[in-house]
Nanobody, 122 residues
Framework: QLQLVESGGGLVQPGGSLRLSCAASEGTLDYYAIGWFRQAPGKEREGVSCISVFEGTTNYADSVKGRFTISRDSAKNTIYLQMNSLKPEDTAVYYC???????????????WGQGTQVTVSS
């Protein structure tokens, strides 16, 4: 059964950078939309970014546009989220997820990773 494993989280100062990775245990991610989500304490989970290989598109939440970049490495079956100019409000547990279909939306994801903590603080 497919598993997604996130890594790369940690503690970083405001203005710093982190790169999150989402590795798939089997199969290929190329036929599905893959999303990054985050959940801060006391807040609902929100979509951060999505990549669709089928469409050749990437989507971003307004709060991260211009700062975060999603990408993939098909050879490694891994999706990345490069996060630059981090702010304290980016602090959250970040999850990657595979959507049921190939197009990017913020709903209908059925395979989730365990999450990785990102803390932005001085």
């Amino acid at each position: 059964q497919l598993q997604l494993v996130e890594s790369g989280g940690g503690l970083v100062q405001p203005g710093g950078s982190l790169r999150l990775s989402c590795a798939a245990s089997e199969g290929t991610l190329d036929y599905y939309a893959i999303g990054w989500f985050r959940q801060a304490p006391g807040k609902e989970r929100e979509g951060v970014s999505c990549i669709s290989v089928f469409e050749g598109t990437t989507n971003y939440a307004d709060s991260v546009k211009g700062r975060f970049t999603i990408s993939r490495d098909s050879a490694k079956n891994t999706i990345y989220l490069q996060m630059n100019s981090l702010k304290p409000e980016d602090t959250a547990v970040y999850y990657c997820a595979r959507r049921r279909g190939a197009f990017c939306t913020w709903t209908d994801y059925n395979v989730w990773g365990q999450g990785t903590q990102v803390t932005v603080s001085s």
